[in-house]
């Protein structure tokens, strides 16, 4: 069974930056593209980053220029570096496919942005 597991948040000023990681455990991993989902309370579960098998990237308008996905296929795990980071940054953020979703999710990471 595949497993996800994140890490890498915490509490940060306005500004500051940090690199979130998701392993996955159970899969192939190279085969597919990734994503970075985060869900802000209140709101949906919001898709901010995706890359694919062939390393090419997307982002949602709201972090572009900001964040910057990226795989390691040997070690299995996508990052997330996250930098210049806003209130509205404030999240838990996980990891999945962007598409043909495993039906499940890690338990997230925390990510909150407050001075």
């Known amino acids: 069974q595949v497993q996800l597991v994140e890490s890498g948040g915490g509490l940060v000023q306005p500004g500051g930056s940090l690199r979130l990681s998701c392993v996955v455990s159970?899969?192939?991993?190279?085969?597919?593209?990734m994503g970075w989902y985060r869900q802000a309370p209140g709101s949906q579960r919001e898709l901010v980053a995706v890359i694919d098998t062939g390393g090419r990237t997307n982002y949602a308008d709201s972090v572009k220029g900001r964040f910057t996905i990226s795989r390691d296929n040997a070690k299995k795990t996508v990052y997330l570096q996250m930098n210049s980071l806003k209130p509205e940054d404030t999240a838990v953020y996980y990891c999945?496919?962007?598409?043909?979703?495993?039906?499940?999710w890690g338990q997230g990471t925390q990510v909150t942005v407050s001075s």
């Open positions: 999945n496919k962007p598409w043909q979703l495993w039906d499940f």
């Open positions: 159970g899969s192939i991993f190279s085969i597919y593209a």
